[in-house]
């Protein structure tokens, strides 16, 4: 018998506010804490570790010191890259955690005869063999599992896990519907488990002539919608007892959640503000993380009118730990009601994006996507701490000249 964590999508670093920021990072923290109290066999982290391939310095020594305990523990760390790990030069702080033997990237292989062959990283202590795929930006990684070879995945024996950043089409929550994904067909069969990362929902299944299929969702939720709808993050903690594969989801409960939403509709400003305190007043508010959504059409007014800000105020002072407001759905009479209902950045980037390509003739439209995807993720890259704007500048020349040369190579 032996047992391992399965985490994803920890977006260290993700959330803007500072209160917030600091949030991932101690899931994190607690996640290893309880890996190292139930002194598991290994951990698995399946993608996006960190928001960006080049964190900041204060969150990547938060990190590598709770991975030195796992380390000290004599815990493994398999991980694979995610969509927001990633860079297209190659420069990630995946790589220099992994120089320091504090993880193991799992994602290795060659090719062979135009197909990618993956090997098989062998856990010492369980005989466990895990391999498995990088997560790109907009399904950029759809080609990695076109040509993968299967055969010898499928053929190795043991216990085998899979380890993959993408969204499969048959699992797919009805509220993303709109979210890319690629049909389950393209993963190798016959693996005992599939560790999936990318999709920020919490589901398995043991699905026939695969094994089970698990998303443990973000560790900690990582904007206001995944807030209001999962209230914390967590994990799975797998068993495995000889053909028995049992899973147990590890909620991280680090604040109370509150979510509270209103409709607006044929309601004036003045009226919005008594309902907010009157829903308010009935909850105790210690230490916990508010969120507040107010859609509809009001009545007459400005939404500017709703006293947001001493609401706030007094939700402070009863000793909330962080209060945000949504009102992206929130408008006067005299404007149109806002249409479309994309809540991700990269929701919106796609939508925009496959609205307007297709109006030149040097690429086809699915190139044409795919290349200002690439050069987007380039350009969004982050200076680093201490990083001079010389060297970061550079940089992205690089990266972005990188993905227009690969992108030279199949123009007609
Ligand atoms: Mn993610």
């Not at 053929?155 to 929550?173: D, N, R």
């Not at 009157?278 to 105790?284: P, R, S």
């Not at 200076?383 to 990188?402: Q, Y």
Request: with cysteine.
């Amino acid at each position: 018998m032996f047992r391992f964590a399965h985490l994803a999508d920890i977006h260290i670093g993700g959330w803007r506010d500072p209160k917030m920021k600091d949030l991932s990072t101690q899931a994190f923290g607690a996640a290893v804490d309880r890996i190292i109290a139930e002194k598991l066999d290994f951990m698995l982290i399946s993608g996006d570790i960190f928001n960006t391939a080049l964190p900041a310095i204060d969150k990547v020594k938060e990190v590598t010191k709770k991975l030195k305990e796992v380390k000290d523990a004599g815990i493994p760390v398999y991980i694979i890259a995610g969509s927001h790990d990633f860079s297209p030069s190659g420069k990630t702080m995946l790589d220099v955690l992994e120089h320091a033997g504090l993880w193991k990237n799992v994602v290795r292989g060659e090719v062979v005869d135009g197909l990618l062959t993956l090997s098989f990283t062998v856990d010492q202590k369980t005989g466990a063999k895990i391999t498995g795929m990088l997560g790109k930006k907009g399904m950029l990684d759809r080609a990695y599992y076109e040509n993968l070879q299967r055969q010898n995945l499928e053929a190795e024996s043991g216990y085998k896990i899979f380890m993959f950043h993408t969204a499969l089409s048959e699992f797919k929550p009805k509220d993303m519907e709109m979210m890319e994904a690629h049909p389950l067909s393209l993963l190798p069969k016959g693996f005992n488990y599939y560790a999936g990362g990318h999709v920020h929902y919490i589901f398995s299944k043991h699905e026939q002539e695969y094994g089970f299929i698990a998303y443990p969702g973000p560790l900690f939720p990582n904007n206001f919608a995944e807030l209001e709808k999962l209230t914390c993050g967590g994990f799975n903690i797998v068993t495995v007892d000889g053909d028995k594969t049992t899973l147990e989801y590890v909620a991280l409960q680090l604040h109370p959640c509150l979510s509270i939403s209103i409709s607006a509709q044929h309601k004036t400003p003045a009226e919005v503000t008594d309902e907010l305190y009157a829903e308010l007043a009935k909850h105790n508010l210690e230490n916990a993380l508010v969120t507040i959504r107010v859609e509809g059409v009001l009545s007459q007014g400005k939404p500017g009118a709703i006293q947001f800000e001493s609401i706030f105020d007094g939700l402070y002072r009863r000793n909330a730990y962080f209060v945000m407001k949504n009102t992206a759905k929130l408008t006067a009479v005299e404007f149109d009601e806002i249409k479309g209902d994309a809540q991700q950045v990269d929701d919106v980037e796609e939508k925009v994006i496959s609205q307007h390509v297709g109006k030149n003739s040097l690429f086809s439209a699915e190139e044409e996507k795919k290349l200002v995807l690439s050069l987007l993720q380039a350009l969004s890259m982050e200076k680093g701490d201490g990083e001079r704007t010389s060297d970061f500048e550079e940089r992205l020349i690089k990266d972005a000249e990188k993905i227009l040369l690969m992108n030279r190579l199949s123009i007609h």
